[in-house]
């Protein structure tokens, strides 16, 4: 079975740190691109980060440049997003997302651009919740 499993959420106060985890199951990770998106309650899905294959190249949206950074371990099949000084605006689900698009179960992922732009919604992993609250 083919799947990314988001995972790594909670809850935690602001200024407060988390690091997700995006683990590739199925496939092997070390040839796709991956991001990272998130949706809050009644907002539109937002990119938030982005890693080549190689490593490099990272791409952070205006809002978590700084504070949030993209890696990835393949032989581990894992890509992580390191939050640091979490906001109260950062609270949402988390998504990550694999460029080119792959066809899991349910069908194919999004499309999105280098900057992290969803060009062609597709289907999406369970997510991980992300709260920060005093």
């Known amino acids: 079975q083919v799947q990314l499993v988001e995972s790594g959420g909670g809850l935690v106060e602001p200024g407060g740190a988390l690091r997700l985890s995006c683990t590739a199951v199925?496939?092997?990770?070390?040839?796709?691109?991956i991001a990272w998106f998130r949706q809050a309650a009644e907002k539109e899905r937002e990119g938030v980060a982005r890693?080549?294959?190689?490593?490099?190249?990272?791409f952070y949206a205006e809002s978590v440049k700084g504070r949030f950074s993209i890696s990835r371990d393949d032989p581990k099949q894992v890509v992580y997003l390191q939050m640091t000084a979490l906001k109260p605006e950062d609270p949402a689900k988390y998504y990550c997302?694999?460029?080119?698009?792959?066809?899991?179960?349910?069908?194919?992922?999004?499309?999105?651009?280098?900057?992290?732009?969803?060009?062609?919604?597709?289907?999406w992993g369970q997510g991980t919740q992300v709260t920060v609250s005093a």
């Open positions: 997302a694999p460029n080119p698009p792959m066809r899991l179960e349910n069908g194919w992922t999004a499309r999105f651009t280098p900057d992290c732009r969803v060009v062609s919604d597709g289907s």
């Open positions: 199925g496939f092997n990770l070390s040839y796709y691109e």
């Open positions: 890693i080549n294959p190689r490593g490099g190249d990272p």
